[in-house]
């Protein structure tokens, strides 16, 4: 079992910032992708950015050149910057950890508003 906790969300402006974070705990594998995947009011869950424990990424096209996303092996933590944020990015953000068996947070609310 992996358990994941999330913490960054919140309520910004637009073209502000904001960064999360996740930290996965328990049966860690060495080899694993971990990052973030989001869900508006209304529409299906959609990758925003993976990164995997050797540092490749994946990023949704929405998000490049915005968001970065990051993580810390050591602490099995994985972050994702967010900048230039706009109302079309609030969602409820879930950080996803897949290393065969996928596992998911609870999720965190990002709302950009003015």
């Known amino acids: 079992q992996v358990q994941l906790r999330e913490s960054g969300g919140g309520l910004v402006q637009p073209g502000g910032s904001l960064r999360l974070s996740c930290a996965a705990s328990g049966s860690i594998s060495r080899f694993n992708w971990m990052g973030w995947y989001r869900q508006a009011p209304g529409k299906e869950r959609e990758l925003v950015a993976v990164?995997?424990?050797?540092?490749?990424?994946n990023y949704a096209d929405s998000v490049k050149g915005r968001f970065t996303i990051s993580r810390d092996n050591a602490e099995n933590t994985v972050y994702l910057q967010m900048k230039r944020l706009q109302p079309e990015d609030t969602a409820v953000y879930y950080c996803?950890?897949?290393?065969?068996?996928?596992?998911w947070g609870q999720g965190t609310q990002v709302t950009v508003s003015s």
């Open positions: 996803y950890y897949n290393s065969a068996v996928k596992y």
């Open positions: 990164i995997s424990s050797g540092g490749s990424t």
